[in-house]
């Protein structure tokens, strides 16, 4: 198991997301250790804007050490306005590897669940069973791209296994939670030559699957079929998931004219 790197504080915490879906978000973590290389849309802005100067520093989580005193002055403010609110959008809740993550991040959900307030989670780490003990209208779901172990640690050298990352959730799945997977961002073939329905059947148990291109990669971009490819790829999940009434979400900009 690995320790933070240390402890930052911030003055807010809730915030809306202004996407194209989800209400309110947290970021209780400044960085990620999974050090994802799509490229990282998070690490790219937090650089961007002089919150991160280099990749290591980005491996190396900082906690917000007052985000449970955050919530309980944000929530009675907002929880008549929030639909729910999404962990995480620029960092992961349940970081693979850090103990101090997964618990605070236990302990903001239990928050907001005491008011009846939704969260909708999404990692590369490890869901923990005891989020079966919360809010039944929660959504627990995964990112998964590839069921290629060596694509995995090529591009997400520091997330969970996917066969481990994938237990978890059919774990909770049967414990009767709501499950999702985000397959996004999915790459085109030039990067890895694999099956879509062999995803999509691997996660089939789950409530909803949200599906989206890759984005930022000069790889991509090079590839000349990639619009047709998007494409393809999008109506297949449509139909899956239209024949085996699973929820589905296409990401904006995936599919195009």
Request: aromatic share 10%.
């Amino acid at each position: 198991m690995m320790k933070v790197g240390g402890y930052i504080r911030r003055k807010t915490m809730l915030y809306e997301t202004g996407v194209e879906y989800g209400d309110y978000t947290m970021n209780h973590i400044l960085g990620c250790a999974h050090g994802c290389l799509y490229p990282c849309y998070a690490f790219m802005m937090k650089r961007r804007f002089g919150q991160i100067k280099t990749y290591h520093e980005w491996l190396q989580p900082y906690l917000v050490s007052n985000t449970l005193e955050l919530l309980d002055k944000e929530i009675p403010k907002l929880k008549d306005k929030i639909q729910s609110v999404q962990l995480c959008f620029t960092t992961d809740p349940f970081m693979y590897g850090y103990p101090e993550i997964q618990e605070m991040s236990l302990a903001a959900i239990q928050r907001l669940n005491d008011e009846h307030i939704k969260c909708c989670i999404l990692t590369k780490g490890i869901l923990p069973i005891k989020l079966n003990d919360l809010y039944r209208e929660n959504e627990y779901g995964i990112t998964l791209i590839s069921l290629n172990e060596d694509y995995r640690k090529k591009t997400e050298p520091g997330a969970a296994p996917i066969k481990k990352r994938l237990a978890a959730l059919k774990t909770l799945h049967d414990a009767g939670c709501k499950t999702w997977v985000s397959i996004e961002p999915y790459p085109t073939p030039n990067l890895i030559n694999q099956s879509l329905e062999e995803i999509l059947e691997t996660v089939s148990f789950v409530d909803r699957i949200i599906f989206g291109r890759m984005n930022y990669n000069k790889t991509v971009s090079a590839y000349k079929e990639n619009r047709c490819f998007y494409n393809d790829c999008a109506e297949k999940v449509i139909a899956f998931c239209e024949e085996r009434n699973i929820s589905y979400h296409i990401k904006a900009k995936t599919q195009t004219k």
